[in-house]
T-cell receptor, first 112, second 112 residues
């Protein structure tokens, strides 16, 4: 089955910890994205990558980091510098930067 | 700056009704517009993609229109069913950098 897989579905983080959210796609897409979703707001772009070994900051990159060492993988690390990390995180991909976007099922991160 | 607005934020209608969801945007320089569906706690499912040169797209009971000059798109759902209950999001893709700009969504409830 082609698609985007995010794991884990639920993640709990203690204060001061770094955590990494996984995003894998087997659609052979060049572009991948990380969004954050908070209640009552539109999705906000954290980071995006248009091609392997390259990525750019989105609108709210502070406190987050990414890597794109393989075409199919775009992991997101939420660092201790992110002061309000509790949110729903969505990964997406598209064939290139201007084509239809497809989403994973999301990871809900909660700070405990 | 591109802003995307979806009104109303929530809508409840009886089963069987035809209904229209609205999406407005402030900058007509868009590459395309995409409508998504999101079920509670889940990722986004792409419904329809309209290129900037198109006026409408249809898929089953769904029809999306685009009027760039007035900065509006509508999603028409025919013969609504309880299974259509979800949050519907629209996103416009900027022509300048291909980034998606999101509305906050309309939460739709179809009452049996």
């Amino acid at each position: 089955d082609g698609g985007i897989t995010q794991s884990p579905k639920y993640l709990f983080r203690k204060e001061g910890q770094n955590v990494t959210l996984s995003c894998e796609q087997n659609l052979n897409h060049d572009a991948m994205y990380w969004y954050r979703q908070d209640p009552g707001q539109g999705l906000r772009l954290i980071y995006y990558s248009q091609i392997v070994n390259d990525f750019q900051k989105g609108d709210i990159a502070e406190g987050y980091s990414v890597s794109r060492e393989k075409k199919e993988s775009f992991p997101l690390t939420v660092t201790s510098a992110q002061k309000n990390p509790t949110a729903f995180y969505l990964c997406a991909s598209s064939a290139n930067s201007n084509t239809e976007a497809f989403f994973g099922q999301g990871t809900r991160l909660t700070v405990v | 700056k591109q802003e995307v607005t979806q009104i109303p934020a929530a809508l409840s209608v009886p089963e069987g009704e035809n209904l229209v969801l609205n999406c407005s945007f402030t900058d007509s320089a868009i590459y395309n517009l995409q409508w998504f569906r999101q079920d509670p706690g889940k990722g986004l499912t792409s419904l329809l993609l309209i290129q900037s040169s198109q006026r409408e797209q249809t898929s089953g009971r769904l029809n999306a229109s685009l009027d760039k000059s007035s900065g509006r798109s509508t999603l028409y759902i025919a013969a609504s069913q309880p299974g259509d209950s979800a949050t519907y999001l629209c996103a416009v893709r900027r022509s300048s950098n291909y980034q998606l700009i999101w509305g906050a969504g309309t939460k739709l409830i179809i009452k049996p």
